[in-house]
């Protein structure tokens, strides 16, 4: 039933136009801010850690504004997994960084791209495959129902997609060195020995090793990108940040220190498009305190 209600639910948002969606968006996101819930705690939690220099004042309006634009993200999945993907694409209005993606593809080394739980990621995978020839990683949803929904709808304009398990990995390992272009979401709190400590915001942040041992293994360029929402539901920016430096060091906590890094800049950018409400800091180092 739980999983009926929520397909129902996608299909309905998949109805209206952006402007409607974030409408309801902005009153559940007020009410959020405004009542006690985990989700408010969490947030909270994860931006004073995160932003010692604001003050309170300044906090509780970014806690305002996160809450708000997550429960964008959050309705517009109906929207993006349920509609023509050539109309998702007219929704994007504008590139940034995507001369340098080419022109690093066409040198046969594969690409990997980062993209982080910053602004609508689900439109990027769609722009993405339009582009390139891609395969991207991903994680089983909570709710079964769901799983072939998301995988059809990530998978038009012909993207591949691996489960986020050891024979996902060898294919996903497979396609990089055929030339292909990765997409991982390099933000998660990962399992048991699948990552390190690096900071992120100044606070260690157990971080995924894949991508960098990707990175190491065929020194293929690496990218942040992620789609930026514009205001009052004018659509969409991607953006495309070259990431340099120790990115492609064996060294795994100076790659993953390297990748935390770039992903700060662009967090920085829209911080509240950042998905705050995710228990990022969940895994602590041994001898720490846990923080939620």
């Known amino acids: 039933m739980k999983a009926q209600i929520v397909i129902l639910f996608l299909r309905v948002m998949s109805i209206f136009p ?161 030339g292909m272009a990765l997409g991982i979401l390099p933000d998660q709190d990962p399992s048991a020995g699948e990552g390190v400590f690096a900071p992120f915001f100044g606070v260690p942040a157990k971080t995924m090793i894949l991508l960098s041992r990707f990175a190491a293994k065929t020194n293929a360029p690496v990218f942040v990108t992620h789609v930026e929402r514009l205001p009052f539901a004018r659509g969409f920016k991607i953006h495309f940040n070259k990431i340099e430096g120790n990115i492609h060091s064996k060294d795994l906590v100076e790659s993953t220190t390297e990748l935390n890094k770039a992903i700060e800049k662009e967090v920085i950018k829209i911080p509240a498009q950042y998905q705050w409400t995710y228990k990022r800091f969940k895994s602590r180092p041994e001898g720490e305190q846990k923080i939620y």
Request: some cysteine.
């Open 18 to 178: 952006l402007w409607a969606i974030h409408s309801i968006a902005f009153v559940i996101g007020n009410l959020l801010f405004l009542l006690p819930s985990q989700v408010k705690i969490t947030t909270n939690t994860n931006l004073q850690l995160c932003f010692p220099e604001f003050n309170s004042k300044q906090i509780n309006m970014l806690l305002r504004k996160t809450l708000i634009e997550n429960c964008k993200t959050a309705l517009e999945f109906g929207y993006i997994w349920f509609r023509d993907p050539q109309v998702l694409l007219t929704a994007i209005v504008s590139s940034e960084g995507e001369e340098t993606v080419i022109k690093d593809f066409e040198l046969g080394n594969g690409l990997i791209f980062a993209a982080p739980h910053l602004g609508q990621w689900e439109i990027a995978g769609i722009y993405l495959a339009k582009k390139l020839p891609c395969c991207y990683m991903y994680k089983k949803p909570q709710i079964e129902q769901l799983d072939s929904i998301m995988v059809k709808a990530r998978q038009r304009n012909g993207a591949k997609l691996v489960p986020a398990d050891k024979s996902g990995v060898r294919q996903l390992f497979q396609y990089l060195k055929q």
